[in-house]
């Protein structure tokens, strides 16, 4: 079965601390994309950072990075510099020919 | 560039109606995809279209529900005799011909259900 786990349901931490937020998944394919997509109170679904498979280099965007472990197929979120606008749900996803496959996503909040 | 557009944002529907909702690719997209979110979950794939051909449904329930995308206008999501548990926020995204490129999402309509 081809699933993503995200084992940390909540997190909360304070305005311009760094938070590292856990996605590990399962496939059976070599090339494929991976994803972590924000989801704020206003229910949008916002592409934070991608990366492909088969680039070893950790995707970059602004304050968001992941660290990116094809042979432990782990792919965790950075966010440095917190900042409140975060708050959000965040989701990790793959990508199976056209579907996306998500996890259940963490509620990440930033407090004042 | 105007993004993936879904209408309506928000749809009420009591029990036993039907529910159609709307969804335009964004420009030069020809692939649509349905997902559904219920309440503290993930996505949930439903369906894969092209103009006028259903790729995979796979997602997508056996009985009331449906879904097209014609040559001309919008890909619609159709839920034909809405329960309860129909409530939930439906995607639609959409990704140019040929690639895996990262699926842009519109904006959900939430279905309620009295």
């Known amino acids: 079965a081809q699933t993503v786990t995200q084992s940390q349901p909540e997190m909360s931490v304070q305005e311009a601390e760094t938070v590292t937020l856990s996605c590990t998944y399962d496939?059976?394919?070599?090339?494929?994309?991976l994803f972590w997509y924000k989801q704020p109170p206003s229910r949008q679904m916002i592409l934070v950072i991608r990366?492909?498979?088969?680039k070893q280099q950790n995707a970059t965007e602004n304050r968001f990075s992941v660290n990116f472990q094809k042979a432990a197929k782990s792919f965790s979120l950075k966010i440095s510099d917190s900042q409140l606008g975060d708050t959000a749900m965040y989701f990790c996803?793959?990508?199976?020919?056209?579907?996306?496959?998500w996890g259940a996503g963490t509620k990440l909040i930033i407090k004042p | 560039n105007a993004g993936v557009m879904q209408n309506p944002r928000h749809l009420v529907r009591r029990r036993g109606q039907e529910a159609r909702l709307r969804c335009s690719p964004m420009?030069?997209?020809?692939?649509v995809y349905w997902y559904r979110q219920l309440p503290e979950e993930g996505l949930k794939f439903m369906v894969y279209?092209?103009?006028?051909?259903?790729?995979?449904e796979s997602g997508m329930p056996k009985e009331r529900f449906s879904a097209e995308f014609p040559k001309e206008g919008p890909s619609i999501l159709r839920i034909q005799q809405v329960v309860r548990g129909d409530s939930a926020a439906y995607f639609c995204?959409?990704?140019?011909?040929?690639?895996?490129?990262?699926?842009?999402f519109g904006d959900g309509t939430r279905l309620s259900i009295l």
């Open positions: 995204a959409s990704s140019p011909p040929g690639t895996r490129e990262p699926q842009h």
């Open positions: 420009k030069g997209h020809s692939h």
């Open positions: 279209l092209q103009k006028e051909n259903i790729i995979d």
């Open positions: 496939t059976s394919e070599n090339n494929y994309y």
């Open positions: 990366q492909e498979a088969y």
């Open positions: 996803a793959f990508t199976r020919n056209y579907q996306l496959i």
